[in-house]
Structure formats: structure tokens, C-alpha cells
């Protein structure tokens, strides 16, 4: 009897363990996805997020467990990840998926992992098919690129931040036929992209004319929602974010107060200099080349002036650069 239990609960350990690759099914891949609420009753470790600032970035999300070898293992990787990319539009997220002990977080907190980790969050359109780890790259526009064994999608995330810098095609879901040329031109690049719907909006008796505005109002209520979270957590990228809507769409005004008040802000300037220079010293530590300690000290004690401010733009940007400076300051897995 001793030896069918043991057996039993070493199969189902190996089940909970397993490579996700084994498990990985190809439902779901290229549906939007909805992400879970992001509650503080969940929330475990690194910066707190919401769904609404999800919207417009890469999202590598991510299974995981405490007691999952190949779980760990993965951990220094997704580091890597994030510290190249996030200056980019993409996150790493965690969703814990085993027992919530005390082991958790200080485990994260020992490995000075930057990126949100939640505990048991489930995204419905990819749900974690049982095996661990288990991750889900999801694209700028908000739809499942592919899912399985982590590393089998790490490649797959430079091609996804660099199609969302190109600009996302807001008509993709459309069928066109009378205006083919706009699935070039209607994409969001920066460019005036209103100048091309509006005499669209005319067109009552023309479905297709009405089903392209219809994408357009959809990618733009997605957009304000963006720019809106960023606004209070990313205000560096807020500026260009606001000004980029605002070429792409110049009938949009809401933002224009925020947009001021940012641009008044003198601090903003100086921060954004300091964070060129540490996007220039984590493409240097993505290449494998070694960051001088007096260079992470000198941006350490400039960012250090900032942290005591009253604005609080300027203190949100100040904690987001010293996480940066903490993640440029641990080993990489190469590095150990």
C-alpha cells in the first residue's frame, strides 16, 4: 500500500512539475485576452498593476510555482527579460500557482525580481493547462501570441516589442475590401490617423465604412485608457504617449491639462536624461559586458536627489529608476 501512495503522489508531483510543453495546447492562441483583476488580496511581490495598465504593452505571463525546479531555473531569464524590454512597453508577470508561504517572497525578494508577481491569477483565454512553469506571450494588441515551456518563448518577445514600436493595425479585425489602402496607412505609428476615418463617418449606408470606424472608436477608447494609466504610473512615458495620441487623433483634448502640468514639471527633463543612461547601461549588461560600480553609483545618487520631492510625478519616476538600478546591479545568470 506504502508503495502505490508513494507512487501516486510521486506521479502527481512530476504532473504539477512537468515541462508545460508536455501540456501545451494551441486553444486560445490569437484571441484577446482579458486579464484578472489585479487585487491587493493577490498581491505578492514587485510593482502593482492594473489590467488597464496592461493595455498597449507585451505581456510575458507567466505560471509558476515555489516548488517547481524548472520554475526556479526560469526566474534569472525573466529578469533578463524584463530589464531589457520594460523601457520598451513590455512587462513580465507572475502568477503563483502553488501554496503561498513565506518562501515565496523572499525568494523573489533575494533574486531582486522587478516585475509584478500575483498569487494564483488566472488569465481565461490562456489558462495554465497544468503543468509548470507555463507562460503566455501576449502582444500589444492584446491577443495571444503563443503559450507553452518558458524558453521556448523568449526569442518571441524582441519580434513582438519591435512590432509594437512600429505601430499596431487597427483594422486587422476588419474585413476590408473597398478601403484596402487604410490597413496600411490606419496604424498606430504616431501619425494623423483621424484625418482618414472622419469622412468615413459620413458614410451611414456603408457597413464596411461603419465597421472601420467602429475599430477606430474601439482602439481609441483603448488608447485613452493607456495613456490614462500611465499618466500615474509611467509619467516619463506619459508625455510622449499623450503628444503621440494627439498627432494620431488631434480631436482628442482630455489629456491636455495632465500634458501641461507634466511639461511644467523641471524634474521630468533631468530624470529622463538619467533614464537614457540606464537604458544604455542595460543594453551594455544585455550584451554581456560589464557595468562600472562608480557609474551605478553616480546615477544611484543622482536619482537619490529626487526621491524626497513633494511632486508626485516626480517621485513615481525617481522609485521606477532606483528598481531599475537595483535590477542593473544583480548578476545575471551568465554573471554567477
Known amino acids: 500500500m506504502r508503495t502505490l501512495t508513494t ?3 510521486a506521479g502527481t508531483l512530476a504532473a504539477v512539475t512537468a515541462p508545460a510543453y508536455i501540456h501545451a495546447a494551441e486553444t486560445g492562441k490569437g484571441v484577446y485576452v482579458t486579464y484578472p483583476a489585479f487585487d491587493d488580496s493577490k498581491y505578492i511581490h514587485g510593482p502593482k498593476i492594473t489590467a488597464s495598465s496592461l493595455k498597449g504593452k507585451v505581456v510575458f505571463f507567466e505560471y509558476w510555482g515555489i516548488n517547481c525546479p524548472p520554475c526556479i531555473a526560469s526566474m534569472p531569464h525573466l529578469q533578463e527579460l524584463q530589464d531589457k524590454y520594460q523601457s520598451k512597453g513590455f512587462t513580465v508577470v507572475g502568477s503563483h500557482r502553488q501554496g503561498l508561504s513565506p518562501r515565496v517572497k523572499q525568494f523573489l525578494e533575494e533574486k531582486n525580481i522587478s516585475f509584478p508577481v500575483y498569487q494564483g491569477l488566472d488569465i481565461p483565454a490562456a489558462s495554465c493547462p497544468g503543468g509548470l512553469p507555463h507562460a503566455v506571450l501576449i502582444g500589444a494588441n492584446g491577443k495571444v501570441v503563443a503559450k507553452g515551456y518558458p524558453p521556448e518563448l523568449y526569442d518571441l518577445v524582441k519580434k513582438e516589442v519591435l512590432k509594437a514600436e512600429r505601430g499596431l493595425p487597427i483594422l486587422e479585425d476588419v474585413e476590408l475590401n473597398k478601403y484596402k489602402s487604410l490597413a496600411k496607412t490606419v496604424v498606430s505609428n504616431g501619425n494623423n490617423i483621424e484625418s482618414k476615418i472622419t469622412p468615413l463617418r ?3 449606408d456603408d457597413e464596411e465604412a461603419q ?3 467602429a475599430a477606430f472608436d474601439d482602439w481609441l ?3 485613452k485608457d493607456m495613456v ?3 499618466i500615474s504610473t509611467n509619467p516619463l512615458e506619459a508625455v510622449s504617449a499623450i ?3 494627439k498627432t494620431a487623433v488631434p480631436s482628442v483634448k482630455e489629456f491636455d491639462e495632465a500634458l501641461a502640468t507634466l511639461k511644467a514639471n523641471k524634474d521630468l527633463p533631468k530624470l ?5 543612461k540606464i537604458s544604455a547601461l542595460e543594453q551594455r549588461k544585455a550584451k554581456g559586458r560589464k557595468i562600472a560600480e562608480a557609474d551605478l553609483k553616480s546615477l544611484t545618487q543622482a536619482v537619490d536627489k529626487f526621491t524626497e520631492s513633494d511632486n508626485e510625478a516626480t517621485q513615481t519616476v525617481a522609485s521606477s529608476l532606483k528598481k531599475s538600478l537595483s535590477a542593473l546591479a544583480t548578476p545575471t545568470s551568465d554573471e554567477k
Not at 529622463?272 to 537614457?276: E, G, H, L, R, V
Open 7 to 9: 507512487l501516486f503522489l
Open 202 to 204: 459620413k458614410k451611414t
Open 211 to 213: 465597421a472601420v470606424c
Open 221 to 223: 477608447g483603448d488608447a
Open 228 to 230: 490614462q494609466a500611465q
Open 243 to 245: 503628444t503621440r495620441l
Open 272 to 276: 529622463a536624461d538619467i533614464n537614457k
